[in-house]
């Protein structure tokens, strides 16, 4: 969108302001949206802060330390103003960080004032009245503290104001959709966990569907799309939706993405390029049976005798230059690969629940380019009892190993059909271009970030043992059970 100036505005202000007790050069750039400083401390370090992250502009006053030390005797009164903006941490936290500018001048502090404040009023996609949920009762039980403490001063700060429900039963913030005055409010903000978020969701949805008359149990029916925005305030014993759209479970992070007009949604990234893999015929499941990998499974002993079977027959090498590769291309939201379910207390059944660990083999999902809103469903599905593959854009397949390459390196001179034969080292250097552009794409590997646009991946079986004897099934004799596991150990 084209930034439109106020007549008679120049489009670039610079002046020499007092920061603490130095002077520094600070520049608004208007049309760029950027404001700048030199800090005259810090080794003289630069600070650039777009207009955009900027959270407030307020007229201050000096600490009495600050007035009663340096110039200060030798100068008149000083004015002065405050920018509160979003300092960007490591592991996507944000922060709210302050400085304060000043100078003898007031014409020339009401004109950074004034200037600031026009360009936080052309940010058109910050909310300015919001409707918050809280839900006091999820995960410990903190969510009304966590949103007075943490959100509401911010909130208050950047001038948003809100009307607060708390919640008193479940369903109460759906209901509640179904009764308010929607449209008076820029955005609905939910305090609590995934299941708080869902709530809202459905009710934000079927309140847009109510009041299109439409059928929303009706399969056929097209949905219409929601136009208000939700926030989510992480304070659940689930936050997967949360860490999963900002990068962190953290409330004050959350209230920023918000107040700056937060738009993962809408965003709605996807990678294009090319995944090819060997199908893991050696073994006997599927992702999608019901057999989850417990103690003694039978599908991790017969797949391991036999992958072992073909390896001794016609060796590693060449049973797998030999092995049929299959070739998809498209657009993809997502791309995930497992070796075990990946269950965990926000995500009880895992990314893929009948994974297995010890099979040689690993399920590959992926998620193709669909609506925001299916995409939603598929994450949200990850957290409870539903099928999470049951979706016409996903599809899993089990695995002994796949690759993956980007568009561009495509572009750049890559030969599709070959793809299952050449290895991606060889490609990189017959092709600088692929592994150079690290912005591509970024793999997440247990935590780790890996950046590439493309990426070559080989299940091993079996080369670890670990001291777990596996997830046992009813369990009638735990003492027995513990008796036994240590003197295994042993």
């Known amino acids: 969108m084209e930034r439109q100036l106020p007549a008679g505005r120049p489009p670039r202000l610079v002046s020499s302001l007092g920061l603490g007790q130095r002077c520094s050069e600070v520049t608004l750039d208007q049309e760029r949206g950027l404001l700048a400083w030199r800090h005259p401390r810090r080794g003289g370090e630069n600070y650039f802060v777009p207009t955009s992250e900027i959270i407030a502009v307020e007229e201050s006053e000096l600490n009495k330390k600050q007035r009663n030390t340096g110039k200060w005797h030798k100068l008149a009164k000083p004015h002065s103003f405050t920018v509160y903006y979003v300092k960007k941490a490591r592991n996507h936290r944000w922060w709210c960080r302050d400085v304060t500018f000043w100078c003898v001048d007031e014409n020339l502090c009401n004109q950074w004032t004034q200037a600031l404040k026009e360009l936080l009023e052309m940010q058109k996609c910050r909310p300015k009245r919001l409707l918050v949920y809280i839900n006091p009762y999820g995960g410990k039980r903190q969510g009304k503290r966590i949103y007075e403490q943490k959100v509401a001063p911010l909130f208050s700060l950047a001038s948003i104001s809100t009307d607060v429900v708390i919640t008193e039963h479940a369903n109460h913030a759906k209901d509640n959709l179904f009764e308010v005055n929607i449209n008076k409010y820029d955005g609905v903000v939910c305090v609590g966990g995934d299941g708080m978020f869902s709530e809202v969701m459905h009710g934000l949805i079927g309140r847009m569907q109510k009041d299109s008359g439409i059928d929303q149990n009706n399969p056929k029916a097209p949905l219409v799309q929601c136009n208000i925005r939700i926030g989510i305030i992480p304070a659940g014993s689930t936050d997967c939706v949360c860490y999963s759209t900002v990068g962190i479970s953290d409330p004050v992070t959350s209230a920023l993405h918000i107040i700056v007009g937060f738009k993962t949604f809408l965003s709605h990234h996807y990678y294009e390029g090319t995944i090819s893999f060997q199908p893991a015929k050696h073994t006997l499941g599927s992702p999608r049976d019901k057999d989850s990998c417990r103690t003694g499974c039978y599908i991790c002993k017969e797949s391991e005798q036999q992958l072992a079977e073909q390896q001794k027959k016609c060796g590693l090498k060449n049973e797998e230059d030999e092995e049929e590769w299959k070739v998809i291309k498209g ?27 010890a099979d040689g083999s690993a399920d590959l999902i992926l998620v193709r380019k ?60 017959d092709h600088p271009a692929c592994c150079c552009n690290i912005a591509d794409s970024t793999w997440n590997c247990d935590g780790e970030t890996l950046d590439s646009s493309a990426i070559e991946v080989r299940v091993h079986c079996q080369l670890m043992k670990l001291f777990a004897r596996g997830i046992e099934e009813n369990c009638k004799d735990e003492a027995a059970y513990s008796h036994s596991s240590i003197e295994h150990l042993l």
């Open 331 to 357: 657009k993809f939201l997502a791309i995930n690969a497992v070796n075990m379910s990946c269950a965990c207390p926000r995500s009880p059944k895992g990314l893929s629940p009948a994974a297995h660990l």
């Open 370 to 429: 669909c609506s925001r809103f299916d995409f939603l469903r598929h994450l949200v599905r990850n957290t409870n009892q539903n099928d999470q593959f049951d979706f016409s854009f996903v599809d899993v397949y089990r695995v002994k190993s796949f690759q993956f390459t980007s568009k561009l390196s495509e572009d750049n001179g890559s030969n599709v059909a070959d793809i299952g034969k050449k290895r991606f080292g060889q490609f990189c250097r």
